[in-house]
């Protein structure tokens, strides 16, 4: 099971922070310190793994954005590494060309996305085309309620 | 879907903020903001306002009082609320919170509203965050869930339900059933997340391992599947169908055909068409081939199918993607105790990783290559060993130098050899060592009676060169004490001979002496080794005899304390001198103080030990004691030792001297001294003398007591010294005992 997502830019700024253990806010904060001072440390042309802890780390890099990951013992990194890719494929396909911006203004957006994705720590579907039908319906479906309430009742 | 305006602008807002005291400002004027939105009642919008505070929070400052606003959005019936309500809740409460008791009945009557979103909203959040209470609330719902005919719930459903099972385990039973029946499911997401449930429930429970062993043949089926079908569009990774739901099952497999024949047989033939078949150009293919090696070599699998498994790991320590070979190490690590041989092929290509330049990958290859080096390899390893220490980052040096010096004591061709192997670590990495290792080295040294020629002289040009290695030249000290006169005599086989004059050897002792790099544990070693050259040299006794009384005065106690002693050796006990800076003789080493700190494994019950006089870590108090007997060779009691566990924590000692040698030992008493947290009662021995030639035993009673167990290890030990001191003619006799599992040394 994966521990946490974080997606941090290259100047150390969070982006994006989902947690699949409970951990007090204290301990979040000291992780993503951690991550982000482990992971932009790195140099260029060296393996995305690291180990921190009791967790393997996987990390790649995208453009101007970190996505970091905290896997257990017995996952395997090679898979995370095209979980990640496929989050990013994702967040592509929903947003038309995905940049940093994107996700800063809708983060709210890639956290929808990234719950139809990753469920407990898990991958929650395997297609790539669910995914994003499952999160646009959603929005549809809010659209809708939203005129439908907005109308007035007499 | 329509952005949300106002939450952009306030997110603009704080971007164009141009120093983080203006950001401040801005964030505080918003919090208010949303603060007095939040007490106001129902507006439109409240989901703006709540995902305002979200942004805020994700930059790190505090958001706790949108928790109560969470639980009111999740109540409404809108969905565009429930979505952010449901989100925030999952950002800002977690189950130590006690607002997040508050949801548990939105979440129930959520699972079962109309809408298969706001299902799924309700799902997520009980599988983010759902406590143990709320879990064994909700786990029927979610049991019914799984039965549900919506694909999309199912899937949903199977991995909330993976969340109780971790929370609850005992919730586990209820979920057997259904989980066995969504094995025969089409969709892949249902699929998966079964996989992922039935493997949940079979790490926790061996029973029902057993009852998912009957599966094999079924997921075996859904492999082959995944395998021979054509290219679907949807599920396709470069070629190779559904890599996620591929590791998934490979990795249930592996779990169920662990200890069991059966089952392993049943998926041989699976792996082999895995292994073979997949195409490794690319990481995904290689992900899948990676858990493939992993369960094969997990399972009882036949031998061909091991030596594929490992040959693929060959195959990936040879790959250009860095990525690949720091898992190929990782796993051949865990393989190399088993298949010792099958990784010992590969031994070339782990030792050129050790210059890679990515530190993970060093890292790697450096435990792998200790776990690699044997008796037959052992010159060539240690050469690249040491190669690899005198360019090795800072954080690996330490693992390094342990590693050689034990592959070196285990494996050692000749002493000599040895002894260079350790001086060259020494010489290049001397800071990182351990502590043992000067009292190891001295031990080794000493041992090797036909080099002390060769190993003086080498120490003594290593010394000249660089005094900053504190443990290279603590050893160098000791050795120029003991065999300065080796090294004025000027003639060696072994090494090129070279002109050494008594000031020359004087000066350079003189030079760690008053040097500031020196530790004062090595200026101990200086001053000793310079008292001691004052037997072993002619002409400049007096040089010592003012080096040591000027030492007298010094500000560190230990060496002043020294000096002192050692002036008094030189006017009132000048006679006794010859004698106290005698030769060392060989000390035999105390084998349970190693790096490893092994202890022998015995039963505690009444056990006999022979006993060795240990080397301490003092070496030059020994100096000192040693060389007291006037005899050439030390009269000693033999030493006998019954240890009778009474309790849980006391030990009765019963120890037995004899006397083999051919003088009688009159005046014998016992001292012990023992840790605080000991007790010890001593009964009076059996007699007070030894007569010559074993003619009689002399017993005496020692009760160990440590009633509070400081100081026992996981495994029942517990290091006691107990340091006896027969006096009968000056004889010193220190020894070791361990508590629980003995040890009289």
């Not at chain 1, 310190?33 to 790195?42: E, F, G, I, K, W």
């Not at chain 2, 004027?29 to 306002?49: L, M, P, T």
Request: with cysteine.
């Amino acid at each position: 099971m994966i521990h946490f997502l974080l997606l941090f830019s290259r100047q150390g700024k969070l982006r994006l922070q989902k947690w699949f253990t409970p951990l007090s806010e204290l301990e979040k904060k000291k992780v993503i310190r951690d991550m982000t001072l482990m992971v932009l440390a790195r140099p260029p042309r060296t393996s995305n793994f690291l180990q921190w802890r009791d967790l393997k780390i996987v990390y790649k890099r995208y453009a101007s954005l970190y996505f970091c990951t905290g896997l257990e013992e017995k996952d395997n990194e090679l898979l995370a590494l095209e979980m990640i890719h496929r989050y990013v494929e994702l967040l592509d396909k929903y947003f038309g060309n995905v940049c940093e911006l994107d996700i800063i203004f809708n983060f709210e957006k890639a956290y929808f996305i990234l719950d139809e994705f990753l469920m407990c720590g898990e991958i929650l579907e395997t297609s790539k085309f669910a995914v994003g039908g499952s999160v646009e319906e959603a929005d549809t479906l809010q659209e809708t309620m939203e005129e439908y309430m907005s109308k007035p009742a007499y | 879907m329509s952005p949300s305006v106002p939450l952009q602008e306030m997110i603009r807002a704080i971007r164009s903020a141009r120093t983080q005291c203006e950001e401040r400002g801005v964030i505080q004027r918003e919090c208010a903001a949303i603060r007095a939105q939040f007490r106001q009642s129902d507006n439109g919008g409240r989901s703006h306002n709540l995902a305002k505070l979200l942004y805020v929070h994700m930059l790190g400052y505090p958001a706790h009082f949108g928790q109560m606003e969470c639980v009111r959005m999740i109540a409404s019936p809108r969905y565009s609320e429930k979505r952010v309500g449901y989100l925030g809740a999952m950002m800002l409460l977690d189950e130590k919170q006690d607002a997040s008791l508050l949801i548990t009945n939105s979440i129930k009557n959520d699972l079962s509203h109309s809408n298969q979103y706001v299902q799924s909203l309700a799902l997520c959040t009980l599988a983010c965050m759902g406590s143990a209470e709320m879990c064994r609330d909700l786990a029927p719902e979610i049991d019914r869930l799984l039965q549900s005919s919506n694909s999309y719930i199912k899937k949903k459903a199977a991995l909330c339900a993976v969340h109780i099972v971790r929370k609850v385990q005992d919730l586990g039973e209820l979920f057997v059933p259904a989980a066995r029946s969504l094995l025969s499911e089409k969709n892949h997401g249902v699929l998966h997340g079964a996989v992922v449930l039935i493997t949940q429930l079979c790490e926790r429970n061996p029973e029902t391992l057993k009852r998912f062993r009957k599966t094999v043949p079924d997921l075996v089926q859904i492999m082959k599947g995944l395998i021979i079908s054509g290219y679907s569009p949807e599920h396709d990774v470069s070629g190779i169908s559904d890599p996620f739901l591929q590791v998934r099952i490979l990795r249930l497999l592996r779990i169920l055909g662990r200890n069991s024949e059966s089952a392993s047989d049943a998926m041989n033939d699976l792996l082999a068409q895995v292994a073979t078949n997949t195409d490794s150009t690319k990481t995904v293919g290689n992900a899948v081939l990676y858990e493939t090696v992993l369960t094969v070599l997990d399972i009882k699998s036949e031998s061909g199918l091991r030596v594929l498994a490992v040959n693929i790991l060959g195959r990936f320590l040879l790959n250009s993607d860095r990525n690949i070979r720091y898992i190929a190490m990782t796993s051949l690590q865990k393989i190399v105790g088993t298949d010792h041989n099958a990784v010992q092929r590969h031994r070339g290509t782990i030792v050129d990783c050790l210059k890679d330049q990515d530190a993970s990958v060093k890292r790697r290859a450096l435990e792998l290559s200790l776990a690699l080096v044997s008796a037959s390899n052992i010159r060539s390893m240690i050469k690249e060993l040491l190669l690899f220490l005198s360019s090795c980052p800072p954080e690996l040096k330490a693992q390094a130098t342990s590693g050689i010096f034990i592959a070196a004591e285990r494996y050692a061709p000749s002493k000599r050899w040895h002894i260079d192997t350790i001086l060259h670590v020494l010489t290049t990495a001397g800071g990182d060592v351990r502590d043992e290792t000067v009292p190891n080295l001295i031990h080794l040294i000493t041992s090797a009676s036909e080099l002390h020629c060769y190993t003086v002289h080498k120490l003594y040009r290593a010394l000249l060169t660089d005094i900053s290695q504190q443990s290279l030249v603590q050893v160098a000290c000791w050795c120029i004490g003991e065999y300065g006169d080796l090294l004025l005599k000027g003639e060696c086989q072994e090494t090129e001979p070279v002109q050494v004059s008594e000031d020359d050897v004087l000066d350079a002792l003189e030079t760690v002496l008053q040097s500031h790099m020196s530790s004062s544990a090595t200026r101990g070693f200086a001053l000793t080794a310079t008292m001691k050259l004052s037997t072993r040299i002619t002409d400049n006794v007096d040089r010592i005899r003012s080096i040591v009384s000027i030492y007298g005065s010094c500000i560190d106690v230990e060496l002043q304390q020294r000096a002192v002693e050692y002036n008094a050796l030189f006017k009132k006990y000048d006679h006794m001198r010859a004698a106290v800076l005698e030769r060392m003789p060989l000390i035999e080493k105390n084998n349970s103080g190693n790096a490893n700190g092994e202890p022998l494994q015995q039963s505690p019950a009444a056990q006999t030990l022979p006993i060795i006089t240990s080397s301490s870590a003092g070496g030059d108090l020994l100096d000192l004691l040693g060389g007291l007997e006037p005899t050439p060779g030390p009269v000693t009691p033999g030493f006998d030792g019954h240890c009778e566990q009474q309790s849980d924590s006391s030990l009765a000692v019963t120890l037995t001297a004899t006397n083999a040698s051919q003088s009688d030992i009159s005046g014998f008493t016992l001292q012990a001294a023992v840790p605080k947290s000991v007790q010890l009662n001593m009964n009076a021995p059996s007699r007070d003398s030894l007569p010559a030639q074993g003619a009689a035993q002399l017993t005496q009673l020692v009760m160990l007591n440590n009633p509070n167990k400081v100081g026992v290890t996981h495994d029942n030990t517990q290091s006691c010294h107990l340091k006896m001191i027969a006096y009968g003619k000056n004889v010193a006799i220190f020894c070791e005992l361990f508590f629980g599992l003995i040890h009289l040394v």
